[in-house]
């Protein structure tokens, strides 16, 4: 299988207005997540895609590849799949533009589903990881997902889910880590597919996945890295890369 990386990248972020241009230990985040995508040595080419001069001459100025997206998109899958149509290649990675922690571990996890999966019943592939604290459990800015016995996504979102009715009983949250791995067939799809209810009121894309029928393996990871959202992020982040 040929696999790409393609790291949609926005300049006018809502909650963090350039946040992918912010200095994180010497380095933009954008600049710090391509290089850790391309260190993971799983990818035939990784490509930053973006609708900003400035994101782009920040990755070709350090040596890396960017592509400018021609239209207006509403999704980081709509602005990959404008980017991937021509390309080449079996499964496009899409690796969030804010997670300077990507690393080699939960990508070889994410992708090993692939190699299993001789039916290709599976559309695409992407992370979880368990969470505890309950500010974060009840953070809107935190994607929970809530998966079948088969760790196939049921659906995404927001709030709390599963929502504790019953205290006695044992609950788990689960955090979605915003990297996807998509047959590059399933993203072109994507394009085409009308936004729904479900995602147009939780603003979660991989929602429209689901609304059509399509199924979405999640992985298990223990790696919890640090999603730049917020200013207060980016402050976790920097504590953390030290």
């Not at 963090?16 to 391509?34: S, W």
């Not at 999966?117 to 979880?128: F, V, W």
């Not at 994607?143 to 929502?163: H, T």
């Not at 729904?196 to 999640?218: D, H, N, P, S, V």
Request: aromatic share 8%; with cysteine.
């Amino acid at each position: 299988m040929k696999i790409i990386a393609m790291i949609p990248a926005r300049y006018a972020a809502s909650r963090f207005p350039a946040k992918l241009m912010q200095d994180l230990a010497g380095k933009t985040v954008i600049l710090r997540t391509y290089e850790a995508t391309v260190a993971t040595g799983l990818f035939s080419e990784v490509f930053v895609v973006t609708d900003s001069d400035i994101i782009y001459n920040e990755i070709v100025s350090n040596g890396g590849k960017a592509i400018m997206s021609i239209k207006t998109h509403e999704s980081g899958s709509d602005r990959i799949a404008e980017a991937v149509a021509n390309v080449d290649c079996d499964i496009v990675v899409n690796v969030q533009g804010d997670e300077p922690f990507t690393e080699r571990e939960s990508l070889v996890k994410v992708l090993s589903v692939f190699n299993d999966d001789d039916k290709n019943e599976i559309d695409l592939a992407s992370l979880m990881v368990e969470i505890k604290d309950l500010e974060e459990i009840e953070n809107p800015n935190t994607v929970k997902v809530i998966v079948d016995q088969n760790n196939f996504a049921l659906y995404f979102s927001r709030s709390p889910i599963p929502f504790p009715r019953d205290k006695n009983v044992a609950s788990r949250y689960f955090k979605h880590k915003g990297i996807y791995a998509f047959r590059k067939q399933a993203l072109l799809d994507f394009t085409v597919l009308p936004m729904q209810f479900l995602e147009a009121t939780e603003k979660i894309e991989c929602i429209r996945y689901l609304e059509y029928g399509k199924k979405i393996k999640m992985v298990e990871t223990s790696v919890q890295g640090v999603e730049i959202d917020t200013p207060e992020d980016l402050e976790r982040a920097k504590k953390l890369w030290k």
